[in-house]
């Protein structure tokens, strides 16, 4: 309520202009009509959706509401919303090509893991593995309606395809996902062995026999993730973050094992057997745009100011950090800040820092968003553990 | 006084403007002037836009600076170009300036003494030597060609269609040199701008009658020797590749001289 | 250390053109600029007072696929921050840069581009000088890894880049704004600003810049600097160009 008041205050009482209108025709004024009332009007500094600079949209998470797939996710920040689904398929081994080649260079450092720690040389393994062989494929799609602009039938767009990107990239550089999750090992019978009787179930992954023939890798799960924006207002990767988040999360794999006799690999159909992905920490993603009170700042014919002298004059500079922006304030600036944290114990890691588009946002302001996104880190594991 | 190279948004310094005040100074492009908001006014700063080679002009009191040649040519106003008619409408010819850009226009009747019934019917793929009119302002402006002058309603120059001949693409930098070098007064002889080459020919050439030549801005060189009857292809063609190797390997005056003599006798024009 | 090769106005029929090779990460790439030009199908753009910068990246040996859109968008934020779109014959028409990886190691699926990145905004840069694109300012980038004990890596390998904990890129205009930041990797806020501080002194030498905004030469550093390498190697372009008129002088 209060952004209508502001607006109808700055509108001259001539032209009596609704604010929806003022807010098309004058995008960018009417934005920063709201960030900056006149000081005589007492009202706070507010986004022109309500909001308060560093406030995030009301997000909201639901997991395992698609029934066919092996974990599904749908998260809604504001308008925006993702629908995530992971489905599970089995690669084997014999059809991957370079399987024997990988096989050796993937033993070679297992051995090396007797002698360094074995976690890190794990960690070096998945991925290896996840990498190498594709087993996390994210796809993203901006569909039909989500937004004007986007026409039917169209090849995906290059929004679609740098979020896509994204998305695995993030998989690959959190290493979100464990490697050991999406293997399926096959225990060869110790035929030496006296209880030779109970091999015949013998596939059991956590039966390791000392002595006995190594067991190998067989197969492995390769996880399809598709994401769909079914309304996009703003702040894509947010969204479609959080729900590949919560839809591994909700992920539950059935037990599989490799049949000798038929040459295949059989999975349990009994739910109890399935478990879930073992995930490595939880990172979310927080954006953020830079608004410039200075619409012409582009290309106004002044002397850009070092950045020196700009940190100086910083209290007269009129340049708003938005976190999560609505697609409103998205198409009003240029710069783009997006960050991803997780928390260890309690301390703050930063996964992934990233901005670009323009020359405002510097140290200072990144150790603030780090701030703001260790917030939303609390916020939104409270959201996920819900769902 | 030393040569200065600037890079975008670097300043001109102070010490190398002309410091001749009867006359408002004059920018060149690449330069833009920025006010400075400082405590008492402002200031204003010339800044590079482009990087290039710092160059004034005392007399004229200009300052310019000089990029790099293989640039694109960007129609300014008064600047002499080769055109070639893409396709005619009702009222205008459409033609091609410079490749992958909207056709600049030029009308029926902008040329000499054109009316109605006398105007030229220019077909496509031909060539005129027109100069720019105007290039509008704002976004999506058309450019505009004349082939007359406006203030007398004269061909001045060699504006109009160019017939037989052949036209040679150069670089921007290297017309604008040729154009340069031909309105210098040319007293001094062997290398104006550093060019030599036309010269050279011209000695070697005219015993064969001479040639024509006629420079676009927009990189292009029409060549015409019509005079010299059975060798007139071979000589074209001779001296469009002398422009275009001096051009491609920046060549020296001494070498462009060698390469003369190079093609001439490759072609066997002069022995 | 070797640094890195570049040269101008390689190719005669673009408007502009540069090659840049970093010996460091083994990536060569070739740029090419054309502009302004008429852009089919957008004379409705978005904005229509300005000129519209496109980029395209071509990987060296497959076709591009979502990674290089991506990249692309980075790119096209960046450069296209830097130029003036409403400079005569810009408005409304399209820059196009075309960078293609013509050497070095493969960028794979899903990987980072980060290794990348620093090569890829030099050539775009130095192909828009070569074609005369009129800018606002230049800048001057590079990689950073950090390593498990906590050093840091000028433009590691592909190899040493897998090993690092976290991967930096930053980019500083010239007068030392930070354009760009993409990090990856684990680390906390502190590593970050230290990281930053060593990419500020490579990017732009040792030496502050003084009031007027004239990064000072006078300092040896200043010519090791990224921002020194990219004017040197404009200054001797311009050199050989107009070779026939400094003679004179």
Excluded at chain 2, 27 to 42: A, D, E, K
Excluded at chain 2, 123 to 151: D, F, I
Excluded at chain 3, 183 to 196: L, P
């Amino acid at each position: 309520m209060a952004s209508s008041t502001t607006a109808s205050n700055l509108t001259p009482p001539s032209l009596s202009l609704p604010p929806s209108q003022f807010a098309r025709l004058q995008p960018h004024a009417y934005l920063l009509a709201h960030l900056s009332p006149p000081p005589a009007s007492n009202q706070p500094s507010i986004r022109a959706n309500g909001r308060a600079a560093s406030q995030f949209r009301v997000t909201s998470a639901n997991a395992g509401s698609l029934t066919h797939t092996n974990g599904s996710a749908v998260v809604r920040i504001g308008d925006t919303a993702a629908v995530c689904g992971v489905r599970a398929e089995i690669l084997h081994t014999k059809d991957i090509a370079s399987w024997s080649v990988l096989q050796a260079s993937s033993e070679h450092n297992l051995d090396n893991s007797n002698y360094a720690g074995v976690s890190e040389s794990q960690d070096e393994e998945d991925r290896g593995h996840i990498q190498d062989l594709n087993l996390l494929v994210p796809n993203l799609s901006l569909s039909t309606g989500c937004a004007p602009g986007f026409t039917p039938g169209a090849p995906p767009s290059a929004l679609a395809q740098s979020l896509s990107h994204q998305l695995l990239s993030l998989l690959h550089t959190t290493r979100l996902v464990r490697a050991e999750d999406l293997r399926i090992w096959y225990q060869p019978p110790n035929l030496e062995s006296e209880e030779f009787g109970n091999a015949g179930e013998g596939m059991d992954v956590d039966t390791e026999e000392s002595g006995g023939p190594e067991r190998e890798i067989k197969a492995f799960w390769v996880l399809y993730i598709d994401v769909m924006i079914i309304s996009l207002a703003g702040n894509p990767f947010d969204a479609a973050w959080a729900s590949v988040l919560a839809a591994l999360r909700d992920t539950k794999l059935p037990r599989a094992w490799w049949d000798a006799d038929n040459e295949t690999v059989l999975c349990s159909d009994d739910v109890a057997d399935a478990r879930k992905l073992s995930l490595r920490g939880l990172p979310v993603a927080s954006s953020f745009c830079s608004f410039e009170g200075d619409a012409a700042a582009g290309w106004r014919a002044v002397v850009i100011p070092s950045a020196e002298e700009q940190k100086q004059k910083k209290s007269a500079q009129r340049r708003w950090i938005l976190a999560d922006p609505d697609g409103y304030e998205e198409g009003l600036s240029q710069e783009r800040a997006s960050v991803v944290v997780d928390k260890e114990n309690g301390k703050t890691v930063i996964v992934k820092m990233e901005k670009h588009g323009g020359w405002t946002v510097d140290s200072d302001d990144l150790r603030q968003l780090v701030d703001v996104s260790a917030q939303r880190w609390d916020e939104m594991k409270r959201i996920l553990d819900q769902c | 006084m030393t040569a200065l190279v600037l890079l975008p948004s670097d300043e001109v310094p102070q010490d190398h403007l002309p410091t001749n005040n009867s006359n408002p100074l004059r920018l060149g492009p690449g330069l833009r002037i920025l006010s400075q908001p400082s405590s008492n006014g402002s200031n204003h700063v010339l800044t590079a836009t482009q990087a290039g080679l710092l160059t004034t002009d005392a007399k004229r009191n200009t300052v310019s600076l000089l990029s790099f040649p293989n640039r694109r040519y960007i129609p300014t106003v008064n600047d002499f170009v080769i055109a070639q008619i893409h396709h005619s409408s009702v009222d205008f010819f459409h033609c091609m300036v410079t490749p992958h850009t909207a056709h600049a226009l030029l009308g029926q009747l902008s040329f000499e003494g054109a009316s109605k019934k006398t105007r030229p019917m220019l077909k496509q793929g031909e060539l005129v030597y027109a100069r720019v009119q105007s290039v509008g302002l704002g976004a999506g402006a058309e450019v505009e060609l004349t082939c007359v002058n406006p203030a007398t309603g004269k061909a001045d120059g060699g504006l109009g269609p160019l017939t037989g001949g052949m036209v040679f693409d150069v670089s921007t930098g290297m017309a604008a040199r040729l154009i340069r070098a031909s309105s210098t007064s040319a007293e001094n002889t062997d290398a104006i701008e550093g060019l030599a080459v036309l010269s050279e020919l011209g000695k070697k050439l005219e015993s064969l009658g001479g040639f024509e030549i006629a420079v676009g801005r927009n990189g292009k060189v029409w060549v015409d020797c019509s005079i010299a009857a059975e060798s007139a292809v071979k000589v074209t063609v001779a001296i469009g590749r002398c422009l275009q190797e001096t051009d491609q390997q920046n060549l020296h005056t001494h070498d462009q001289k060698k390469l003369v003599m190079k093609i001439l006798r490759d072609m066997k024009l002069v022995s | 250390m070797v640094g890195p090769i570049a040269s101008l106005s390689q190719l005669h029929r673009s408007d502009g053109s540069a090659s840049y090779k970093c010996p460091a990460t083994g990536y060569s790439i070739l740029g090419a600029v054309n502009g302004p030009i008429e852009l089919p199908a957008r004379r409705d753009a978005l904005k229509p007072e300005e000129a519209t910068v496109e980029v395209f990246v071509k990987p060296g040996t497959t076709t591009g696929g979502v990674g290089e859109r991506y990249i692309e968008g980075i790119l096209r934020s960046v450069l296209g921050k830097i130029v003036l779109g409403r400079e005569k014959g810009f408005p409304r028409r399209g820059v196009v840069i075309t960078l293609a990886i013509v050497g070095g190691e493969n960028v794979a699926r899903g990987d980072n581009y980060l290794t990348i990145l620093p090569a890829l905004l030099h050539t775009g840069l130095l192909a828009m000088i070569s074609a005369s694109v009129p800018l606002s300012m230049t800048f001057s980038a590079t990689l950073l890894g950090v390593t498990e004990d906590g050093d840091i890596v000028r433009d590691p390998s592909p190899t040493a880049a897998k090993a690092a904990v976290s991967l930096h890129v930053f980019a500083f205009s010239s007068k030392n704004h930070l354009l760009l930041n993409e990090s990856e990797g684990r680390f906390g806020f502190d590593t970050w600003e230290y990281v930053r501080e060593r990419a500020l002194s490579i990017c732009q030498g040792e030496t502050t810049a003084s009031a007027d905004g004239d990064v000072a030469m006078g300092e040896g550093t200043a010519s090791a600097s990224v921002s020194g390498f990219i004017r040197e190697t404009v200054e001797d372009q311009i050199y050989s160009d107009y070779a026939y008129k400094l003679d004179s002088i």
